[in-house]
């Protein structure tokens, strides 16, 4: 629901890290990792991009990469991971337990950048 | 997307969200522990491709996190109350800062996409209270709660409420430095609101169950509404509550008056 401010928070995060770099890199691809978790869809997240990125010169014509993470519970009743296509509840799958803590599916992260240097103008 | 929102078009926004943090970002830095996403790392590739440790919402956090300290060193006991728009958010509010107000000094921040109505509400009991008008923003960030209490002096605050944007999705990820993060529901939403919203579900620390004097007239299963709460979060304590009969009140009251007087007894820092 609220996928332009993430779009927008990625830019600036990306900004902060390439700031050393400003103006002589350009990005093709950037890579973010979302879990099912996040509260984010991802067709909205790559419908806002463009629009986040437009004026952008290192950011402006790069691809964004959408690593979907699906929730995953470590049960330590069973003493096994299970991973979930829709959370739908703290509990075990497998045997109820309450006892599970959630190893993925919460993230909402930048993770890499394909960055090239920029052509020189030579003119 | 959501077209309510437009996040990113804040022109109501004076200071403009510009971030500039000096983060040092050493090349090549060695993480101690296993879980280095919490950390910041930057490492070049011989491809190319820079790897980049770093969470989208890290602006926000590290703000939150300051709060968080500032909060705890003046004292201050910071409830965030999230929920669906009409859940009752303001009339639990105007209640529970009236029945503190003779012993507890308290103060409110309110979140609206539009009208001042909430504050002019919550401003009953005379505490202080400021509106933050998010125009179109569908949720509250940390920097919009830094503003709004930028002239407060802390130290005159025993308890400060935050009444988020009325939205069961956006605020879900969003810290804004609170000790509690209260998730409401009410009786006239329907029993399945917490299986709807798991998120919010799993971000909250105590569930306060609203309306519950409408639970009757519109056949809420109030029981089958906690036990919702407690299948998505098992042992979520849960606080079935009228804000207008009264039903509830005292033992939120009580929950309140606890954790007060255990953050104030907690070391700083």
Redesign the interface.
Known sequence: ??????????R???E???ASDEGTLVADVVR?QVGA???I?PE?LQ??WP??VADSATLGSARLDIDWVDVQLLCVACNDVYTLTE?????CPHCRS?DVEIIAGD??????????ERARDLS | ??TD????ERPADPHGHD???D?D?PHGHDHPHDHD?DD?V?QHDRD?????????????DDLAAQLRVEFARQNVYVVNVVSSPGSGKTELLQRTMAELRPDVRVAAVTGDLATENDAKRLGTAGAPVRQILTGT???LEADMVADAIADWDLAGIDVLFIENVG?M??P??FDLGEDLRVMLVATTEGEDKP?KY??LT?TADVAVISKIDLAEPVECDVDLLASNLD?????IEVIRTSAKRGDGIDRWLDLLRTRMVAKAAAPVG
């Open positions: 629901m609220h996928e332009l401010t993430v779009a927008i928070q990625i600036r995060g990306l902060t890290e390439l973010v978790l996040s509260g869809v909205a419908f806002a629009h986040a959370f739908r509840s703290l509990r309450p993230e909402l992260d930048i993770a890499s950048v394909d960055v090239r | 997307m959501c929102c437009g996040c990113g971030h500039l943090h983060h970002h996403r910041q930057r190319g491709t820079l790897t980049i440790r770093r969470r989208i919402l890290q602006d926000n923003m569908c949720h939205n999705v956006c879900s990820g299986l798991p998120t799993l299948e998505v979060r098992p042992g």
